[in-house]
């Protein structure tokens, strides 16, 4: 931090966000993708007309898609149909993927900018280098110049070791978020294609 100045500090701050992030959003994702095989074998409870049962195997369930397949199952057994429950089941899954997306947008900044904050904290301590040798008229220790030089280079050293895993993190994390929605999608689906049609099951 010494040798870097207020770059490095702030560089620091945002290696700690990204990494507190990254945690908060692995524990968050991960029941994301659980509880597939209770929901296949909802599905072909509900086609053999045991609805009930149907419902009991989803209702404990800590994934969105079973949070968003057991509120299909209550509506339907309600007899709540059509565009208007479609609409609705559309609703709650883009709600569902936007909760899992969150803060992955400012992992995504963090990967962006960092690296530009360690360009600039390099191009600021280049300037000084050079304004030091401007003023000792060309006859500046090189060993000085270049102690100069590398602390300004330290800067966008750690803006990459920052920037990395942020971008790592985020596509993972995104990746996960878009699997899971697609997995909302899949299990709904056909559980209205079996409440339309139980030999599709």
Same mark, same amino acid.
């Given at each position: 931090?010494?040798?870097g100045g207020i770059i490095i500090v702030v560089l620091g701050l945002l290696s700690a966000l990204s990494l507190t992030l990254i945690l908060v959003k692995i524990? $968050?994702?991960?029941?994301?993708? /659980? @509880?597939?095989a209770q929901r296949e074998q909802a599905i072909s409870l509900w086609a053999k007309g045991e609805k009930d049962q149907a419902q009991d195997v989803v209702k404990n369930g800590k994934s969105p898609a079973d949070r968003v397949m057991i509120y299909a199952m209550? /509506? +339907?057994a309600g007899g709540f149909t059509g565009s208007t429950l479609h609409s609705e089941l559309l609703r709650?899954?883009?709600e569902e993927f936007a909760r899992m997306n969150s803060l992955i947008r400012v992992l995504e900044l963090i990967a962006m !900018? /960092?690296?530009?904050?360690? +360009?600039?904290?390099?191009?600021? @301590?280049? !300037? $000084? /280098?050079? $304004?030091a040798l401007e003023m000792a008229e060309g006859a500046a220790n090189a060993s000085i110049l270049a102690g100069g030089i590398w602390q300004a280079l330290l800067t966008t050293a750690v803006g990459l070791l920052?920037? !990395?895993p942020a971008a790592v993190g985020a596509t993972l994390l995104s990746a996960r978020a878009e699997s899971a929605a697609q997995m909302i999608e899949n299990s709904v689906g056909?559980?209205?294609?079996?409440e339309e049609?139980?030999?599709a099951a």
């Open positions: 931090m010494g040798a524990v $968050q994702l991960l029941p994301a993708r /659980s @509880g597939a209550k /509506s +339907l709650r899954g883009n !900018i /960092s690296p530009l904050l360690g +360009l600039l904290g390099t191009v600021m @301590g280049m !300037i $000084q /280098s050079f $304004q920052v920037a !990395i056909r559980l209205m294609l079996v049609d139980p030999n």
